[in-house]
């Protein structure tokens, strides 16, 4: 039996425990610092910012159990193995009533800790960037009222996007004004789609019949990548599309010249509707 055996229990706790805290006060600078800053969805709009900081947070509380849990493995490992050459069970160990006691009261504290933290984030620092809040959002930001209206259309297998601020025009194309408040009204007109634009922090279902209200503010000029994110039929990959946050100059050259191009198709179109049911109905299921 290894001479270790022999040691006070304390020795080795205190032993895990320094050595866990050195590599903590190491570790967790390094990764908000340097790795926190990489995180998704990045800092586009408002609302990706904030889930940014959000999993900033969370990966700075959860290095540290992580580490704790490997530092005692590798411990363990190293000074508690039999190092003669006698094949020997060590003695059995039955429980640590402090160890277990400390263990439940600090994973309690964490996961409650978490839990308050994080429905505050949702509910606040989201503003409303999440969906399937129907038509009336229960975290709405600052100035939503008077968003500007974009709506997102989903269909078998393509996004389209209708601006009913300007004449109601269709297009494939999604642009959207920098730093103005814009409420994405998500529906389909077939089966249930999810937009997902990735780098603004946004994902609202896509609900025939019903019309999905999700905000966001892109502070940032660029392009950002759109997905559907619900699996709704075997060319469902192929929803994939790039979106646009350009000056209010560009946006407004932008929208005069989508207008003309689609001014003679505009006929065609179905009346503007907040929300659209599939021809047959049965299609949506």
């Known amino acids: 039996m290894s001479s270790v055996a022999g040691q006070p229990g304390s020795r080795h706790a205190l032993s895990i425990v320094l050595i866990w805290l050195v590599l903590s006060a190491i570790a ?27 999993n900033t947070v ?13 530092v005692y493995f590798v411990y363990a490992l190293v000074v508690f193995r039999e190092r003669s050459e006698a094949i020997v069970d060590g003695p059995p160990i039955r429980g640590n009533n ?14 409650l800790v978490l839990a308050v933290w994080g429905s505050y984030t949702l509910v606040e620092s989201a503003r409303g960037a999440g ?30 996007f209708r601006y009913p601020a300007n004449g ?7 642009y959207l004004p920098i730093n103005r ?21 946004v994902k609202a279902d896509a609900v025939p019949g019903v019309d999905n209200v999700a905000y966001v503010t892109a502070r940032d000029p660029g392009t950002f990548h759109i997905r559907c994110a619900e ?23 932008w929208i005069k010249t989508e207008r003309r191009l689609s001014a003679a198709g505009r006929s065609d179109l179905p009346p503007y509707s907040r929300a659209y049911f599939p021809a047959p109905k049965h299609r949506a299921g």
């Open 181 to 201: 408040v814009i409420a994405f009204h998500v529906t389909s007109i077939d089966v249930t789609h999810s937009f997902w634009a990735y780098e603004l922090g």
């Open 131 to 160: 969906g399937g809040q129907g038509p009336s959002p229960v975290a709405k930001p600052k100035g939503g009222k008077k968003g500007y209206p974009i709506q997102v259309i989903g269909q078998q297998w393509e996004w389209t």
């Open 28 to 54: 967790d600078p390094l990764l908000v610092l340097v790795l926190g800053p990489h995180l998704p969805p990045g800092r586009m709009s408002a609302e990706a910012g904030s889930q940014t900081d959000a």
């Open 231 to 253: 699996l709704c039929g075997i060319w469902h990959a192929h929803m994939a599309r790039l979106g646009h946050v350009v000056g209010d100059q560009a946006f407004t050259a």
């Open 58 to 70: 969370l990966l700075a509380v959860v290095a540290p159990i992580v580490l704790l849990v490997l």
């Open 168 to 174: 109601g025009f269709e297009t494939r194309q999604l």
């Open 98 to 111: 402090p160890a277990q006691t400390t263990w439940v009261l600090a994973t309690s504290v964490v996961v």
